[in-house]
């Protein structure tokens, strides 16, 4: 069955500014990504890390955790596989600039919310800037983290943009595959009491 692929005009890209791309999310997913905010192009199409050029996808198939590369706008095939897909933050900018300091932290406020409800085993937020504000963790290291909501686990992993020039695909790769070999071997953490500093 063809994919319907197409791209924004820029009257389309104009228009999308402050919109939502839908969450991508189920009970019980062993993975769930945490984009930093939707860019206009992703948030016109409707599809998470939709631009051509953001390495999300591409690293998703290299890591293992597709068995091929997915379209953006085949997003949805990923829940079978146990992921997920959601943003921080929710309204579309052209670059996650535009985003201050308390929107990080009312969005960490939503994605507990979130995490609560559907129980993930893991969610890996995208992005090391955005972390450092909704969590309150000055200077974190890439992989886990000392935070957990109920019985989710979060990780941290870098911005795949194609304007993180720091990770590139095989970069991104190895990180995706270690989050990837975690949510398989690691038991599922009972809920318990929120670590210190989580919002």
Not at 134 to 141: E, N
Not at 143 to 166: E, F, K, M, Y
Request: hydrophobic share 40%; with cysteine; aromatic share 8%.
């Amino acid at each position: 069955m063809a994919i319907d692929c197409w791209r924004p005009t820029k009257a389309q890209l104009s228009a999308a500014r402050g919109k939502k791309v839908p969450d991508l999310i189920a009970p019980g997913l062993k993975i769930l990504f945490v984009g930093i905010n939707p860019g206009l192009y992703s948030a016109a199409i409707g599809h998470h890390f939709g631009r051509p050029g953001n390495r999300f996808w591409p690293a998703l198939f290299a890591s293992g955790l597709t068995p091929r590369l997915f379209s953006p706008f085949e997003e949805t095939k990923l829940l079978k596989r146990g992921i997920g897909i959601v943003n921080i933050v929710d309204r579309a900018t052209v670059g996650s600039a535009e985003l201050d300091a308390e929107e990080f932290k009312e969005g960490a406020k939503r994605l507990n919310r979130k995490l609560l409800r559907f129980r993930p085993k893991l969610a890996a937020m995208l992005g090391i800037e955005p972390f450092k504000i909704a969590y309150g963790r000055p200077k974190p290291t890439l992989g886990p983290q000392d935070v957990t909501i109920g019985g989710t686990r979060l990780w941290l992993l870098p911005n795949p943009s194609g304007l993180n020039a720091h990770f590139q695909i095989p970069d991104l790769a190895r990180l995706f595959r270690a989050l990837g070999r975690s949510a398989t071997s690691s038991p599922r953490r009972e809920p318990g009491p929120r670590k210190s500093g989580t919002p």
